[in-house]
């Protein structure tokens, strides 16, 4: 069995690959080297996906006061490795939330996906997620759909399918993805962590080395239904990188609501 010591010599590894371009690690963990790089080296206060100002404090109020009171039900239900339930969303709309675990085809490169269908004054919204994942990661996922319905709720739109696929450095330049993960920011992250988090954001998230700066505050302080043990000895080296990822883009998106938009 590996060691913690170990795994973190290995996470180690994995962040001095980021700052040598030209070493391979072979062509899965290449990309996914590539992404998390990309998402180290990003400004998220400069993305072109941020919501505006007064969108994102409209976001973070329909968080606080429709979602959260309703994420202990929700994270009950993840327990299970497949399930169909009936959620409340919003006050009159009901979501159909299914969970499997999918591991053929696309496999683990889909997280899940949301669908919203007007038939006439009928509309049908569901959910599914992709239960092979850490249940950390299904609880992003989740997050991340319900963050789509929000925003159809919001603007009065609907987005036929949505899809989660792990690839969060695009999401920076697309204004419906990156909304739905202002949803798991918000979610995964309180403001009066943040807000200390945020004080060194500069400092310690915008230089060169700060994957392993993001990567501790990231897992130390985010709410631990979204937490994913990175260190798992049983977690292959591509999935370490995913969740490694998806840890450092989600703070550094929190962090960059907290300045832009002081939430």
Request: net charge positive; hydrophobic share 40%.
């Amino acid at each position: 069995m590996q060691s913690k010591e170990f795994l973190t010599s290995e996470l180690s590894h994995l962040f001095r690959a980021i700052q040598s371009p030209s070493k391979s690690f072979g062509l899965g963990l290449d990309r996914r080297i590539h992404e998390l790089r990309t998402v180290v080296s990003a400004d998220y206060r400069e993305a072109s996906g941020l919501p505006s100002h007064a969108f994102a404090r409209e976001l973070a109020g329909m968080v606080e006061t429709q979602l959260k009171p309703r994420s202990r039900i929700w994270s009950s239900m993840l327990n299970s490795r497949r399930f169909s339930r009936a959620l409340e969303i919003f006050d009159a709309e009901r979501v159909i939330v299914k969970g499997a675990p999918y591991v053929h085809g696309a496999g683990l490169e889909l997280w899940g996906f949301s669908f919203k269908l007007r038939r006439g004054k009928a509309v049908r919204s569901g959910i599914f997620l992709n239960t092979a994942h850490a249940a950390g990661a299904i609880a992003t996922t989740l997050a991340h759909e319900i963050g789509h319905l929000v925003q159809s709720y919001i603007l009065y739109q609907n987005q036929p399918i949505a899809l989660l696929d792990g690839t969060f450095a695009e999401h920076l330049d697309q204004q419906s993805e990156l909304f739905a993960d202002c949803v798991v920011s918000l979610m995964a992250y309180d403001r009066s962590v943040v807000r200390n988090i945020g004080v060194r954001y500069e400092a310690s998230l915008l230089k060169q080395n700060s994957a392993a700066d993001a990567a501790r505050y990231g897992y130390a302080e985010i709410c631990p239904e979204f937490r994913v043990d990175i260190f798992s000895s049983g977690m292959p080296a591509e999935c370490r990188l995913r969740y490694l990822t998806s840890l450092v883009h989600y703070l550094k998106l929190r962090c960059a609501l907290f300045h832009t938009a002081g939430i």
